[in-house]
């Protein structure tokens, strides 16, 4: 089936500091989804990727879109101590019927912020 | 507008009984996705309803069901529990008929089993 392999599992920072993850596919996606989790908390969308190449910006996060459609990478500039959290890559799934808002997720970076 | 609103949020059962779970989708959002998160992993697709109809079903058996209501809100029932059903159970809203697959989660609702 359908795999997300993110990079790294975990990163420990201190404030102020960009911060790069990925997350890579075995097969083509044509849309690639970032979200945040907080502890307790449902999945929040960050950033959302629709064309190959493309690169899509929101507040400090920056996402791109890889030209194999294989990847995709999320960066977060001058981090703060609530980017602390659990960042998740997703992309449409094959199970059948249409694909809208049907998503395999990747098993998540978990990121943490040192004041 | 409202956002995607779940029920219980918490919620123990013993092995072997039966839980219904609520979701109540996005306003203007006619489809409703069910995600089963075991704790350090990522949320695992369990089944979507498009139009009040299963649309679409993760690698979960059929003792996992749903049901879509004509106002759009859903429900995941679960027989039989098993310990392993424990988990954050995530409801996702999303406007079926487009061509872009964003979802937006409602807060979950977590399940432990005994």
């Known amino acids: 089936g359908q795999q997300l392999n993110q990079s790294p599992q975990s990163m420990f920072i201190q404030e102020g500091e960009d911060v790069s993850m990925n997350c890579t596919s075995s097969?083509?996606?044509?849309?690639w989804l970032w979200y945040k989790q907080d502890p307790g908390e449902g999945p929040v969308l960050l950033i959302a990727?629709?064309?190959?190449?493309e690169l899509t910006s929101n507040g400090r996060l920056t996402a791109q879109f890889g030209i194999t459609r294989k990847d995709s990478f999320l960066n977060i500039s001058a981090s703060i101590p609530s980017d602390v959290g659990i960042y998740f890559c997703?992309?449409?799934?094959?199970?059948?019927?249409?694909?809208?808002?049907?998503?395999?997720f990747g098993q998540g970076t978990i990121l943490t912020v040192h004041p | 507008e409202t956002g995607v609103t779940q029920s219980p949020t918490h919620l123990i059962k013993t092995r072997g009984q039966q839980v219904t779970l609520r979701c109540s989708s996005q306003?203007?959002?006619?489809?409703v996705s069910w995600y089963q998160q075991a704790l350090g992993q990522g949320p695992q697709f369990i089944f979507q309803?498009?139009?009040?109809?299963?649309?679409g079903r993760g690698n979960f058996p059929p003792r996992f069901s749903g049901l879509q209501f004509p106002n759009y809100s859903s429900e995941l029932n679960v027989n039989a529990l098993e310990l392993d059903d424990s988990a954050l159970y995530l409801c996702?809203?999303?406007?079926?008929?487009?061509?872009?697959?964003?979802?937006?989660f409602g807060q979950g609702t977590r399940l432990t089993v005994v």
């Open positions: 996702a809203s999303s406007l079926g008929g487009q061509a872009h697959t964003e979802a937006f």
């Open positions: 097969s083509i996606f044509n849309t």
């Open positions: 990727l629709y064309k190959a190449g």
């Open positions: 997703a992309g449409p799934t094959s199970a059948g019927g249409t694909s809208y808002g049907k998503l395999t």
């Open positions: 306003s203007g959002h006619n489809t």
């Open positions: 309803y498009y139009r009040e109809e299963e649309n």
